[in-house]
């Protein structure tokens, strides 16, 4: 199947910095990429959609100047989350989809702010 | 609104055994439903999807989910568990206009030797 990458894996920081996350489409290109997160044993919440060249899509309840996302081209689109603070730390899984029905994950990356 | 269920938060099979993982659904018009699974601190890989066609849809790792539309149940199945199919699943599913996928709270399965 298709592969998505996403770095880094793991991060750590201090409160009040910024974090960016890259999401890459490996061998396919993603006209569609999507964020979410996920909190410890609970489900996978939809931060937003993001296409190639347009502005994002968030959900209700997202801070959109918060969680910055730049989809610039068919294989990357990045979430920086800006002014960190520890309640943003979670588990963040990025996935494209390309033409087809199916939407490819990334291996998430873990955000732990001090 | 779309949304997915899947009612149990946990499975316990023994190896060898046949396993179900439950999921329903609601959305408007015709689903598109996927079930994915979940290694510890990993992301989520696809295991298969129903978009048309049979209502018996095979897909990786000997995995097979049966769609019923009367029912609106998607549930994920294998004949015979192993130990390392031990991990948590989750059902999602997006209607023909969505774009992103919506996903049940997953059902961490258990399979013991």
């Known amino acids: 199947g298709a592969v998505v990458s996403q770095h880094p894996s793991r991060v750590i920081c201090k409160s009040g910095t910024s974090v960016k996350i890259e999401c890459r489409s490996l061998?396919?290109?993603?006209?569609?990429m999507f964020w979410y997160r996920q909190f410890p044993k609970q489900s996978l919440m939809l931060m937003a959609t993001s296409n190639e060249g347009s502005k994002a899509t968030y959900e209700q309840g997202v801070e959109k100047d918060k969680f910055l996302i730049n989809h610039a081209s068919l294989t990357l689109s990045t979430l920086t989350v800006t002014s960190a603070h520890p309640e943003d730390s979670s588990f963040y899984i990025c996935?494209?989809?390309?033409?087809?029905?199916?939407?490819?994950f990334g291996p998430g990356t873990r955000l732990t702010v001090l | 609104a779309q949304s997915v269920a899947q009612p149990e938060d946990q499975v316990n099979v023994a190896e060898g055994n046949p396993l179900t993982v439950k999921c329903t659904y609601s959305v408007s018009g015709n689903p598109y439903l996927f079930w994915y699974v979940q290694y510890p601190n990993r992301g989520l890989q696809f295991l298969l999807k129903?978009?048309?066609?049979?209502?018996l849809v095979k897909g990786s790792y000997g995995f097979e989910a049966e769609f019923n539309k009367s029912q609106t149940s998607f549930h994920l199945k294998k004949p015979s568990a192993l130990v390392s199919d031990s991990a948590l699943y989750f059902c999602a599913v997006r209607d023909m206009l969505g774009t992103a996928l919506i996903f049940g709270k997953g059902t961490t399965l258990s399979v013991s030797s």
């Open positions: 129903y978009i048309t066609g049979d209502n």
């Open positions: 061998d396919f290109q993603a006209t569609t």
């Open positions: 996935s494209a989809r390309g033409g087809g029905d199916t939407q490819y």
